[in-house]
């Protein structure tokens, strides 16, 4: 691929809605999609999905649509998953064990390699096929398995603390699960998700 | 509060931000804040915050800042979470616990009641102080308790159909968390909650 213009960051925010859909089009047997149809799936404008997908290059034709398997694999290489994401679970309550066990993670680009958990009664245990390790020997283990992904699911109050202890270890992307807005230096990315802001995002919408 | 005009959505998806993050300040002791702190705790500047505050009234006097019970108690008017929604949750597998047994949930304006699951080996156990109740009587029971929220946490070959049902039932907030987009009519609201799409958001700006 070509050199990339600097692309907007809502437009990088809906490049990963469009390989899902084109993802399962191909589960469900399709092969050519178009503008439109990937539109009304998403309930984003055919033009719009031109336009961002047109910053990339040329991936249809007009009046013959997307061949999917190309643009999957078009897609994959720009959002850096043509190849498997290794990543660490911080903290081992409901939401770590959630996040450790989910099935969905290896077929979209990510995997998680370990687990880890500041509390003495349950480092050593096991989720599924990870054994929990403690944070204390964190940094090193991120360090020498170069992992550059982390997901956060720790308690507000320890989320800060362990996020900096994840940017020494090299950390780069931190899914942040903590209730909290994260302090982190530039160059390293944090994304939010907390199901309350999402929640008030539709509370708003609702007459009470 | 007078009559507002309309928010872009935009706006609406930042103050529950700024209600977090005022909310944190208040439990850490701190009873005023200005536009300039809460900007750098949010990485939002802080003409962004005055002017999106500004569309629902005027919350702070220039150069005394912003009194935080009374922005938090405003915010919490704005967004409709002076009172408590009711939620059910759809799915009880590894998220649909994790969100039943969420701690997070009370004291920001929702509350889980109900735990629903289509699966028989697990209907009538329980999930913490709830029993797990069958998806065959879900929308009787949503119906007969006004529920308008739901969390779905089903796998994505089913989530549309349980979409269906809740929608049936009168639900008009969906928090989804299948990888799937949802189909509803319009007046039902929908947030994603996808951790493999916010991932992506970040590996794309991740050099591989």
Not at 154 to 165: G, H, N, T
């Amino acid at each position: 691929m070509d050199r990339i213009p600097i692309v907007p960051d809502i437009v990088v925010g809906r490049l990963p809605l469009y390989l899902r859909a084109l993802q399962r089009m191909a589960q469900e047997g399709q092969s050519i999609t178009s503008s439109q149809e990937l539109g009304e799936r998403l309930g984003i404008s055919a033009a719009q999905i031109r336009k961002d997908l047109s910053l990339f290059g040329e991936f249809g034709k007009q009046g013959t649509g997307y061949q999917i398997d190309y643009l999957v694999e078009k897609l994959r290489q720009i959002l850096h998953v043509d190849k498997i994401w290794d990543m660490v679970v911080v903290g081992a309550g409901d939401v770590g064990r959630a996040l450790s066990r989910y099935q969905g993670f290896t077929d979209r680009g990510f995997r998680v390699v370990m687990v880890f958990d500041k509390d003495p009664k349950i480092i050593g245990s096991q989720i599924g096929s990870f054994q929990i390790q403690s944070t204390d020997t964190m940094i090193q283990a991120i360090r020498e398995n170069c992992i550059l992904v982390a997901m956060l699911a720790v308690p507000a109050d320890q989320a800060q603390e362990a996020a900096d202890k994840l940017v020494e270890a090299g950390v780069k992307a931190i899914l942040n699960y903590a209730p909290i807005n994260l302090g982190v230096p530039e160059g390293v990315y944090v994304q939010n998700t907390d199901p309350v802001t999402y929640l008030l995002r539709m509370s708003y919408y609702l007459a009470s």
